[in-house]
């Protein structure tokens, strides 16, 4: 079986693998308060260029999210986001959970647009609505598409505009900034948004998330926060020695050739379909690609492939989810389409 | 000034005054465990004709709402709304509050429809989304819509076909029941869905609603419930003694005329605002209507009248609502017409 | 049957009636937006001689309490109070429900003291534990005891040496003040404290509490807050106009003298009580008192007076609680007294 | 420097990083879905002797304290705990933070008693107060003490006499089952609660906890109640390879053989203060000991030595805490007390 499934269906890099084993009988303090934790913050503030925002090390990226707009908000406050949004369709309801709606939108090409804010703000009254105050993206978002430094700009400004808070859910923020089709610098993204994360879980990390929040508002007390929705690890230091691990080198570092190989594999599957004809459901720039396939087709592939039907059969076609990730071997992409062209022949 | 902003805006009908008058040094225990609260619920019985259910008099319609929402659902579970209903639009994320989302469909014509459930269940897949379970509409919808008997039924089905429950908000049911086009009785509706309130605010009591609770799972320890969502009035009897007066008589009753009342007034001005021409925003069938006008218009009509601006001027034209009320005089209506008809020619 | 069971079996004082029937028929726009609110909370500035805080109409005593502690603290934050507090002891939960942790303490005759909040603090350690930010009190406390001056200004300036806001829960705040033993006026007591309701359900009104916030952070979209928390009543002029009534006058109003009665009768109770050798639960200086009395004694007293039992019977022993209103006339003590010289003689 | 500070501060027994490195490559479903937790739950059942029960792999143990008591309670129900309990003193409120109370008992020796569960229910009303239903304790207890079988089986008979679920924090368990004066099996642990969980973290492992629930009732859709609780990791395989590891042999696994390495050390240091004459806080039974020294020894201590202080100095003594664990080496032991007695002499 070779797993198109998702992009943690393995463990670590050997690096970080290495990281982990080579610091493991050392002794530290607990809960982050370690050198590692301390020197990998340093490490982002260098890859970012800024020494004065505040970096924790979070388990994942739920924790991220959820920590973040509870930090952030007060109870009348609201989040607003695209119905597709991985804070609101995969996380089970944990951000209402801390008394916060998410005001959804209907994203476009799974992004959100300055004129989806102001559709919230239309929808706001006084006090018998909430306030629209925190903006969830993601980069890449769920259906793997980007936004551009003109895209990503143009909300940083309306959120601005409007006093939100703008947030960039970066689980696999690497793929992002090392796609054919980027022209936004994390440096760049560190000026325009409030917080962001760099993933490590889906790019090589065991877990981890390396979260960076650049406005201070909204760190006040947030090792607290951190405790109090349960994501403070006793052996914090596991996340500094990874991303120790992940980042060292910086641009040339581990973490964005990994997700640079990622991009790669499935720019070499997205090509290859397109060549034999499959459609897509969205127009992916990055680690995630949606061929819609005849159902038939899907049911053989399943026996050698694992991914996931993203979405039930229509019309006798179903969209699926190929997933690659550092762990993705040219062979892995060939087996799949040797199989599909014979499937489709 | 005269006044179509709401229906709540006088006190409260003078059977209802009398009745808390001639109480008043009465000595009753407290918290609804009174003589009035007891006779009360048993004419809500009588009048639905079933005396297994549970009835609670509540302080308000948001109370009803939120507090039955919370004692009906496991965290993980989530509430279906038209996004225009009141719950979700106007009570400033109390749901969310308690840490339930509210999953928003956009109505038609202001109504939830069976395919808006299906769609909800589309979006649910496992562990990572919340569970769709309560299904909330209003009845008469936040546009002066009504279900008829074939769409609530069907609503039923499909709910009870998914395992959810459905809720009926009744802040303004009289005027559903005695509109022209109603053909769902009361009796019949208590059969359809879980729970419903009969509102009182909106229909000439000071405040409270009458909220019966047909399924005996979501009112376990409801009293409980009512407490901890600072929803207890010290002195309960007052709901229970507003509602004696109000349905004295069942569908003779003064609840039932005054509805009757702010119907035909609502009809009366929508009927000549049709003669004259005026487009509507909606298809309203009760006592609150949404005429669309001229700015000019509209700013011309505010220096003797007080309604609401429904919505933002589109192309110099402004949706007001216009409301009614058990205390609305045809002299009311006549003022507004006889002005309106001068500004439009 | 006579009650001795509460302050609030009774409506309301017939000037307050008169006040709801006089205004009943007049229309006012919603939610506390008249001019009978404003008209009311000038009152309180005035009584208080501050016209800098924001005074809000609140239905009930809980709403006040849970209301503003959610408005007041971060997640992370707890509220401190003695064991017996309300908030704590008969609110079911409710602030717990707004996610806050309550930090009790055994009260010293039901009085929070400096020493108690110096140990909340010993208990407080970092990240691990919740931060105590706000000292929860009642003036009279729920065992009918006074904070006096000096208590009150020892309380006060221990919570600002700790950064914590001081809220007084004022539901008997009249029989507080004018009780015999008092030296603290309200307006003193508005310099102490960062906010504090004047009652109204417990003495006369039909209900109503008028919050008064002294700390503008705590006020920061207070009004969005009360909608949250359900709090926030359709018609809520009924609340100033009732408020109006009670405090015309100032402290020459019915609200002062009422609870002077209520404090009289209970006096008269007590001394008597005294005479006949009766101990009782606590030292209340107000309108609440705790004899304790045979079993048998008490089981006679059930047949024609009306009264909590305080705490389970002890060696042939029950603590009973009796409280006085405004409605409590001599007779209904007399009879008391007669029917109690009787069973222990 | 040599660590007392706590029994997290090194990574992972190494045949648990062996087996994490041995299985790295693997490609596996994410989110515990896998082969591994399966298994390593079927090693849970097994070692407690009851295939009925639900093991869940949790990332920590915050997550499992507060996941059971969210998916276990109805909004208006409530935690027991002693005081120094772990929940409620080392977790930020983080139990508040979903909605419920921690209703608080002095502990006596750290342990609760079923005496203390009677005093919650006399302080339980009616609606006015939440229920007490969710007996929280720990085993060991935070100041290292054990329940005795006896002491277990008496509280188990109270909670259910009262209809209260009882659950273990295990965190340390395997400490308490190793240690010389347990008389209580795990097996029978397993008969006597509710629920509990089998700590890793503080055990060898990197991270990681092994909930066992045995009350079908708390296991209703628990997977959604992680995920909401922010506490299901992507790539969940990791704790369950972890578990393969640390309980492979059962009762004869390093699981065991760690808890008593930490448990021998602990009474080195015990036994040989105890000579030297130091005094204790409380009577620790297991890992953790709390010896009280003189201010001047302890800052003396702290210069080679790492360790918390547990209390504020009082009367020039300072009570410290030292824990051993699977890395402790008789050498740090020794090292300790050579310098405490050149330091005492």
């Known amino acids: 079986m070779i797993y198109f499934r998702s992009d943690y269906s393995q463990g670590a890099h050997p690096k970080v693998m290495d990281a982990l084993v080579k610091t493991n009988f050392e002794h530290t303090d607990g809960y982050g308060l370690d050198e590692h934790c301390e020197h990998a913050a340093r490490m982002v503030q260098d890859l970012i260029d800024n020494h004065d925002c505040h970096v924790h090390m979070m388990v994942g990226g739920t924790p991220c999210n959820v920590t973040t707009i509870a930090a952030s908000l007060k109870p ?16 089970t309801g944990a951000v209402e959970g801390t008394g916060h709606r998410i005001v959804t939108m209907e994203g476009a090409n799974g992004k959100l647009t300055p004129e989806m ?63 054919r089709d980027n022209d936004l610098t994390i440096q760049e993204l560190a000026t325009l948004c409030d917080a962001f994360y760099i993933g490590g879980t889906k790019n090589g990390a065991l877990f981890g998330e390396a979260l960076v929040i650049l406005n201070d508002t909204m760190n ?35 973490y964005f050739s990994m997700a640079s190989h990622a991009n790669e594999m499935a720019a070499l599957l997205r090509d290859s379909l397109t060549e034999l004809g499959v459609p897509f459901f969205g127009s992916s720039q990055t680690n995630q690609i949606f061929p819609v396939l005849p159902t038939a087709v899907v049911k053989e592939l399943e026996k050698d492939f694992f991914f996931y039907e993203w979405a039930p059969e229509k019309n006798g076609m179903i969209p699926i989810r190929l997933v690659t990730a550092w762990g993705t071997t040219k062979d892995d992409v060939e087996a799949f389409l040797r199989t599909i062209k014979k499937l489709l022949s």
């Not at 959120?159 to 793929?175: E, P, S, T, W």
């Open 76 to 91: 009348y406050e609201s989040v607003v986001s695209v119905r597709g949004g991985h804070a609101y369709f995969h996380e």
């Open 220 to 254: 006040d007390h947030f090792r607290w926060m951190i405790k109090r929705q349960c994501g403070l690890l006793a052996k914090g230091r596991l996340i500094g020695v990874q991303f120790e691990a992940l980042l060292e080198g910086g641009m040339d570092s581990i």
């Open 117 to 179: 804010i102001d559709q919230a703000w239309e929808e706001y009254e006084d006090e018998h609505t909430p306030i629209p105050k925190f903006c969830y993206i993601s980069q890449p978002t769920e259906i793997g598409t980007i936004y551009s430094k003109a895209e990503m700009t143009a909300l940083s400004k309306k959120c601005k505009a409007h006093n939100m808070l703008l947030y960039v859910d970066g689980a696999r923020l690497g793929c992002a900034l090392t796609c």
